[in-house]
């Protein structure tokens, strides 16, 4: 048994640093490692909801986590059949669209970063890009305010991406036909799935917008969410899916699906309206050719490193690599992290995110469109420079830092490791909850809203709060910038260990990057990381965010008298899915704030 009073502080020499770990003594039942000292429970403030000293789901060969527990099965099947982690991965993704159609999707699109077991890495960008007929100032009303078209309605989609994404990955890196690994989840579509709580309480969450852009067909039988335990049978989806299982991406992106798609676009929008206000006219703007258009791209993998640690990531599109890269280079620069949960180590931490999130947000769009200086960057030189501008005593406020630039939920992530040790991160969204709400009748699939994405008005806060720059306006055919953050972390031995990312927007990114702290300076078991409370800080607004009972009473005051505006939340927002490679196998795991599952063999 677990006795708290049994912790004692030990200083761990490593080549690197000098870590300060808090050990429980007597913890031997969740010592997961390979190789370094010992994990132990870590210990949470005495408020904090999630026990520590938990296991995460062991598996000797092989394992999937996701936001989905009938998704993760999936996955497990086609491993099971023989095939690798990228065929693994596209059935999860496949199925996600089917078992978790809040976020699991083939109306939005995401990100994939592969690390294969002779040491060749990948990463594809399926994120969406805007309709050719897209425009800077869509999304503001004559009066010069933000309308909320970019979010919710026909007018808030970009051009789909993932199926075009799961099929190139699987064309590449997978060994097995499309209709085999789309199999189950088109069995789960045409079979039905058995609704649980999350997926019913998640219906009923958004059942309004559900019921106005007509997916209450299938989403609100008899008009609310299907309860907890009943079937829900999604027929017109599973056509749309042996549709694409047959003829390939061109099963969406031409023909019958394209068509629908672009006939929704449509519905509703008054005759004869101009072209530069059919947005805030609740018409949308994509057509067939956009979609016949869209192309997923290979992108070089971002290559970067922690204490001794490498992680392999993903470049713009999205910042998710950048910034997490940028934050931990940040952080290297001391000799090692003040104790888990002191205001000294949030302090540090949040500075960190702080300083990367200015140039994230000034800095970094679709490489297409504009130059994004990622080795600066990501280079350990400008990392230090940055970590000298950390004031041990003060917080700085966002203003007032030298590169501060005036200028201006639904995601889901998942993980897989296959017997012979290729890896694969993919993250995937549409947006928000059930995306623009906007669903294809005959197609049986909800579009996403990531045109929010974009910077729609420099200077005002997006969905997420983020106050973003220029470089990421709205062009036709451009990509909005992502926080996805797919990651892929090698041990010193260039042996993997863990794959994750997460859900959250620009949560992503600190939750990602925290999990991998809380494994690499705080020595915590997956669980532990996983449960660890979390803060988030993200430039602007100038707040630091905390989940409440995450910081003791004396932390949080410290933290004001440094000059924090403090803001408690019950949850962060974000949660994260991931595998880690324990002695003897891999652990694996949904965050504790949420609702999936890790199943392996
Ligand atoms: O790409 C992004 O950064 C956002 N569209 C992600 C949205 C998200 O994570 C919502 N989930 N909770």
Not at 151 to 159: F, H, M, T, Y
Not at 221 to 243: D, H, K, M, W, Y
Not at 268 to 287: D, F, I, K, Y
Request: include cysteine; glycine fraction near 12%.
């Amino acid at each position: 048994m677990l006795k708290r009073s049994d912790t004692s502080l030990l200083r761990v020499a490593t080549p690197q640093t000098v870590i300060t770990l808090i050990l429980v003594a007597c913890a031997p039942s969740v010592q997961t490692t390979t190789g370094g000292p010992p994990r132990a429970a870590a210990v949470f403030p005495s408020g904090w909801h999630y026990p520590s000293g938990k296991s995460a789901t062991f598996a000797e060969r092989a394992m999937v986590a996701s936001g989905s527990r009938l998704a993760s099965e999936a996955g497990v099947e086609i491993l099971r059949a023989g095939g690798n982690a990228v065929d693994a991965a596209v059935a999860v993704g496949f199925a996600l669209a089917v078992a978790y159609p809040e976020a699991g999707n083939i109306g939005g699109g995401g990100f994939m970063v592969i690390r294969l077991a002779d040491g060749r890495t990948a990463a594809l960008d399926y994120r969406e890009v805007a309709p050719g007929a897209a425009y800077r100032e869509m999304y503001i009303d004559s009066a010069g305010q933000l309308t909320k078209a970019g979010l919710i309605g026909r007018a808030a989609s970009g051009v789909p991406g993932a199926v075009a994404g799961l099929t190139e990955a699987l064309a590449r890196y997978g060994s097995l036909p499309l209709d085999k690994v789309m199999a189950p989840a088109i069995r789960m579509a045409a079979e039905g799935i058995e609704v649980d709580s999350a997926l019913s309480a998640s219906i009923g969450g958004k059942a309004a917008i559900i019921r106005e852009f007509g997916g209450g067909r299938v989403f609100l039988p008899g008009g609310s969410a299907p309860a907890p335990g009943t079937r829900l049978v999604q027929s017109e989806l599973a056509e749309t899916l042996r549709l694409i299982a047959t003829e390939g991406a061109s099963g969406f992106y031409r023909g019958r699906v394209a068509e629908m798609i672009a006939a929704e676009m449509q519905r509703g929008c008054p005759p004869g309206v101009a072209e530069r206000r059919r947005a805030s006219n609740g018409c949308g703007l994509m057509t067939t050719r956009d979609l016949e258009q869209y192309k997923p791209a290979w992108r070089t993998p971002l290559h970067t490193t922690y204490r001794g640690y490498s992680l392999i990531s993903m470049p713009p599109s999205s910042s998710g690599g950048i910034t997490v890269g940028e934050s931990l280079n940040i952080l290297e620069g001391f000799q090692g992290l003040p104790p888990f949960g002191s205001a000294e180590q949030v302090h540090v931490v949040a500075s960190a995110f702080q300083r990367a999130f200015v140039d994230r947000n000034s800095k970094l769009a679709d490489p297409a469109f504009a130059t994004v200086p990622v080795e600066q960057l990501t280079s350990k030189s400008y990392g230090l420079q940055l970590q000298k501008t950390i004031s041990l005593d003060r917080h700085t406020p966002t203003t007032e830092l030298p590169n501060y630039s005036s200028e201006g939920m639904e995601t889901t992530h998942y993980s897989v490791v296959d017997a012979q040790g290729n890896a694969v991160a993919t993250t995937t969204t549409l947006n928000e909850l059930y995306g623009s709400g906007v669903w294809i009748p005959g197609g049986g699939f909800f579009m996403n809203d990531e045109m929010d994405d974009f910077t729609s008005q420099p200077g005002k806060p997006n969905l997420f709060g983020l106050i973003q720059g220029e470089r990421n306006a709205i062009a036709p055919r451009k990509r909005m910038l992502s926080a996805m953050s797919p990651t892929i972390v090698l041990d010193p031995r260039g042996k993997v260990l863990l794959v994750l990312g997460g859900r959250g927007g620009p949560r992503i990114i600190t939750s990602t990057a925290q999990v991998i702290l809380n494994v690499i300076d705080n020595r915590m078991t997956l669980s532990d990381a996983m449960s660890a409370p979390r803060i988030h800080h993200q430039a602007l607004p100038d707040t630091l965010r905390y989940e409440n009972g995450g910081l003791d009473a004396a932390a949080l005051e410290r933290l004001k008298a440094m000059g924090y505006a403090v803001q408690g939340l019950r949850n962060i927002g974000a949660s994260v899915v991931a595998i880690m490679r324990v002695r003897g196998g891999w652990e694996g795991m949904d965050d504790p704030r949420s609702t999936g599952a890790a199943v392996g063999y």
